[in-house]
């Protein structure tokens, strides 16, 4: 299971303080509820690219020692399985479907096409489910459809703390979960690894 890293700084300032296990150690197992804090467990690697980086980054493991189930702490400026940082993301999401009519704010970030085509697929389709879960943070303001109305909203709640909300709170992946996926991120039977993107 993946919960985010309440990590606030960049990402140099994240990997400085990844080597300290009780930086964010969980009080308590997020799947079994078990009132013991969680036991290191090690790092995965993930591909990281964000503004001013673009490699590699280690996500801390925890092992529960009751229910033998591991839960890795993703930092806050990642979105799971995407390649690219959430501020990345907004960025491009936000030149692309927000600001198309103004010429000089509208250049997005330079990516492959066919990655930003993707999320704004993947945007364009959660749109509506994510203003119904946003209402409860910011008011929803007029706009001429779901996806202006979805973008004007984080930008309103900010796009950390949407995403913040919206993975730990109701589950919900700001670009939706890959196929493959149950609703909740879990990984559901049969399902082959979704690549990210
Ligand atoms: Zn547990």
């Known amino acids: ?22 930086s964010c150690r969980p009080g308590h197992c997020p799947q079994c509820l078990a009132k013991h804090p969680l036991t290191a467990h090690g790092f995965y690697t993930r591909t990281l690219i964000d503004t001013a980086f673009d490699g590699v980054i280690r996500v801390r493991r925890y092992l529960c020692q ?4 591991t839960v890795s702490l993703l930092p ?3 979105l799971a399985y995407l390649r690219s940082s959430l501020s990345v993301i907004a960025l ?4 692309r479907l927000l600001l ?3 010429l000089s704010n509208a250049a997005p970030p330079p990516m492959p096409y066919q ?8 945007f ?5 489910s994510l203003c119904a879960a946003l209402a409860a943070l910011t008011k929803p303001t007029p706009a001429p459809d779901f996806v202006h109305r979805a973008l004007t909203m984080l930008q309103a709640t900010g796009w950390v703390a949407a995403h913040r909300f919206l993975f730990a709170g ?10 493959g996926l149950a609703p909740d991120g879990r990984r559901a039977a049969f399902s082959s690894a979704a690549a990210p993107a």
Do not use: K
């Open 1 to 22: 299971m993946q919960i985010l890293h309440p990590f606030a700084g960049s990402v140099q300032q994240y990997i400085e303080q990844l080597d300290n296990p009780d």
């Open 115 to 122: 990655r930003g085509q993707f999320w704004i697929r993947r």
């Open 92 to 95: 491009f999401l936000i030149a």
């Open 170 to 179: 109701v589950r919900c992946h700001l670009l939706g979960w890959p196929r």
């Open 124 to 128: 364009r389709a959660q749109a509506e």
């Open 66 to 69: 009751t229910c033998q189930r």
């Open 76 to 78: 806050e400026f990642v």
């Open 100 to 102: 198309t009519q103004t």
